[in-house]
């Protein structure tokens, strides 16, 4: 079965720092890897992808992500936070082996703020 | 924000009552999906269409049924709503091997 985790419920980071959000998954196919973003009372927003290729994937709004397969982890980091990041962060996968008719399934966010 | 609109945006009612929430898309996409957000749950999974009339269920599809007559529409129904399901509720489309697009969600309050 496919499954997410993040570890943190709450990251907090001084702007101009730079920021990262963990995520771990396991899947029994290849994954495919997605970061989204949601800002209070609106919808998810897409961040970045990782399909195949190269490990290092660059996103939206600065952004990206480190594809790791021996550590299954795919973790987003900026390298300096602005207070407008502050937002809810969400990891997502979807099985590459059995992707047709799959849906993605979602950590249960992380939770970040950037102070001034 | 792709084409996507959710109908109501909030919605309150009471115990026992059907509800249905439309989730309509105007990019022409294959799949579509109802999810459920709630805090320490994160997004949660509730039913998914892969064409008109094919519909599968999620991790929480008890007491929802879902329809899809036309590729885009896709209905999500209370049939008798209960509290548990007072939830922030959103559809998604997306193509195959595509992220996938949200729409703004539906607050729905069963008192």
């Known amino acids: 079965a496919q499954s997410v985790a993040q570890p943190e419920d709450q990251v907090n980071v001084a702007e101009g720092n730079p920021l990262t959000v963990k995520c771990t998954y396991s899947v029994s196919g290849n994954p495919y890897l997605f970061w989204y973003v949601q800002y209070p009372n609106r919808g998810l927003q897409f961040l970045l992808k990782?399909?195949?290729?190269?490990?290092l994937v660059k996103g939206s709004y600065g952004f990206e992500a480190e594809f790791n397969k021996s550590q299954t982890s795919f973790h987003l980091k900026k390298p300096s936070a602005l207070v407008s990041d502050s937002a809810l962060y969400f990891c997502?996968?979807?099985?590459?082996?059995?992707?047709?008719?799959?849906?993605?399934?979602f950590g249960k966010g992380t939770t970040l703020s950037v102070s001034s | 924000d792709a084409g996507i609109t959710q109908s109501p945006r909030h919605k309150v009612t009471e115990t026992g009552t059907p509800v249905t929430l439309r989730c309509h898309q105007t990019?022409?996409?294959?799949?579509m999906y109802w999810y459920r957000q709630d805090p320490g749950h994160g997004l949660r999974l509730i039913h998914y269409?892969?064409?008109?009339?094919?519909?599968d269920k999620g991790e929480v599809s008890d007491g929802y049924s879902v329809s899809r007559s036309k590729t885009e529409d896709f209905l999500l129904t209370l049939e008798s709503a209960t509290s548990s399901q007072t939830s922030v509720y959103f559809c998604?489309?997306?193509?195959?091997?595509?992220?996938?697009?949200f729409g703004q969600g539906t607050r729905l309050t069963v008192v």
């Open positions: 269409s892969y064409g008109v009339k094919d519909t």
């Open positions: 990782y399909i195949t290729g190269d490990n």
């Open positions: 997502a996968v979807r099985d590459g082996l059995h992707q047709a008719g799959t849906a993605l399934i």
């Open positions: 998604a489309i997306s193509e195959l091997g595509t992220e996938a697009f």
């Open positions: 990019e022409n996409h294959r799949y």
